[in-house]
């Protein structure tokens, strides 16, 4: 019944919620651009950039901070439409209430990041742009999250069609693991999230006036990297777990290989930022190409840091719902309340 019901969806929901990951996803990439190329006050007024309404700037014909800015409105805008075509998709095709309001909560949030952007050039103020750095990767990470519940995979699974002696064993998680690896999962989501925000203090402290930021920025590079290895463990042991118990192999598989990859990302964000450490110029030298973050090839390694982080945080998100998902449908025994959950999310 579960499965009639999911195919008489409009499919329309679920595609505008994929355009606007994958158009967010670069929102995120390109707003690092803006800091490490210090663009951010490129112009001194918002949504009537040097006068012209905002989708009319001549943008081809800029060039530097205004080329890497005016990118970034218009990135931001496409979301804005994107996200406004998903409520409506919704309203129309879905017909889970819950659904609809997380799409309303969507469009209120991609507002909220617009309006931080414009108060950040109109107050030229770093704690806003601070606190639209950090906002923005939980925006992509409820996009993927919107991705997630509106697949037919999630509508279709299995958990419903099947009883959990039907199911493959791979599938299947014990009593006693289910609830370990839905806290693993918070857990890990959570030190992916707060290792973003130690990141933007990293990130924006360093071009910070006041008397303190010197201190901030030490105190903040320190907490980044016991936060790195934390977040390094508990990443590979869910990817781990979820890969072998059948929850989105695919995806956890991904996770393992990003979570490698932004490794070396900081690795190299630190060496062409500011050098070797002290310790490490004995054994290898110098750095040849510090202080060189304004060049492209360093502006997207720095930029891509920060954009692979904001993926981290939207993956384990979706892989946290999956387990939340998984073990709510298995945990009852009762067919009444099974059939009610099962009608619940349909």
Request: glycine letters at 10%; a positive charge; charged letters at 10%.
């Amino acid at each position: 019944m579960s499965q009639f019901v999911a195919d008489q969806r409009s499919a329309w929901p679920h595609r505008w919620a994929w355009l606007l990951a994958c158009a967010t996803f670069p929102l995120i990439w390109w707003g690092g651009f803006v800091t490490v190329t210090g663009s951010g006050m490129a112009f001194v007024d918002w949504l009537m950039p040097d006068g012209y309404f905002m989708p009319l700037f001549p943008w081809f014909q800029s060039s530097g901070g205004k080329f890497v800015e005016h990118g970034h409105r218009l990135l931001g805008m496409l979301s804005g439409l994107l996200t406004i075509a998903l409520l409506v998709s919704l309203y129309k095709g879905e017909p889970r209430r819950w659904v609809r309001r997380f799409g309303v909560g969507l469009l209120l949030g991609v507002i909220f990041q617009g309006v931080l952007g414009g108060l950040r050039v109109n107050l030229d103020e770093r704690v806003i742009a601070l606190i639209h750095g950090c906002t923005g990767p939980l925006f992509f990470a409820a996009c993927a999250a919107m991705v997630a519940v509106t697949s037919p995979r999630w509508l279709n699974s299995p958990a419903i069609l099947a009883g959990a002696a039907d199911r493959p064993r791979m599938g299947r998680l014990s009593k006693t693991a289910e609830p370990r690896l839905l806290r693993l999962a918070i857990l890990t989501t959570v030190l992916a999230y707060l290792q973003l925000v130690i990141g933007a203090v990293v990130r924006h402290s360093a071009l910070m006036t006041a008397d303190q930021a010197g201190a901030v920025f030490q105190i903040a590079v320190y907490f980044h990297v016991l936060v790195a290895l934390a977040v390094f463990a508990h990443v590979l042991m869910l990817a781990h777990k979820c890969f072998w118990r059948g929850v989105a192999p695919l995806m956890s598989a991904s996770l393992a290989l990003l979570i490698v990859a932004q490794i070396f990302l900081g690795l190299s964000t630190w060496l062409v930022k500011y050098g070797m450490p002290e310790w490490a110029v004995a054994t290898f030298g110098e750095w040849p190409y510090r202080n060189t973050d304004s060049g492209l090839i360093q502006a997207t390694i720095i930029a891509g840091h920060g954009a692979v982080g904001s993926l981290i945080v939207a993956l384990c998100t979706v892989l946290t719902l999956k387990v939340g998902r998984q073990l709510g449908l298995q945990s009852s025994t009762r067919p009444a309340v099974k059939q009610t959950i099962a009608g619940a999310i349909a």
